[in-house]
């Protein structure tokens, strides 16, 4: 299930986020995951945030109103670059990515994460359709 590659992703993300340093997906990780093409979708996900993550970064602090990127919850810090990542780079509809990971906020993240992730990453792209009209 899509739902549950993504779960296992933002883990990762994380995680990463406490780690400078690239290394190897470690294939256990994912081991969870029964179909071949959830366990592609993650390795994905986590692969492209590591190759564009400075990118993402510079996009979540340039819609950041009134605080530094350095002060958001790492969790939700997280969520932001899997969504962005899905967006950006795998194509994935906007709208289930910002849906799937407010529900993924709920779950791992304080009572108003769900609302700021949607802001930002609803700021986000209102300003690419803007660039891209």
């Known amino acids: 299930m899509r739902t549950y590659a993504r779960e296992l992703a933002f883990q990762l993300i994380f995680e990463r986020l406490f780690v400078k340093e690239n290394y190897i997906i470690d294939e256990e990780f994912f081991a969870s995951l029964k179909k071949e093409g959830d366990i592609d979708f993650a390795k994905s996900i986590v692969l492209n945030f590591e190759k564009h993550r400075e990118e993402i970064k510079d996009t979540i602090s340039s819609h950041l109103i009134g605080y530094e990127i350095d002060r958001v919850y790492k969790v939700d810090l997280a969520l932001l670059f899997e969504a962005l990542t ?7 509809p906007y709208k289930i990515a910002i849906n799937e990971v407010v529900e993924l906020a709920k779950k791992y993240s304080t009572e108003k994460s769900s609302k700021f992730i949607n802001g930002v990453l609803s700021s986000i792209i209102r300003s690419n359709n803007k ?3």
Do not use: F, R, S, V
């Open 86 to 92: 899905e967006i950006n780079y795998l194509d994935t």
């Open 131 to 133: 660039n891209n009209n």
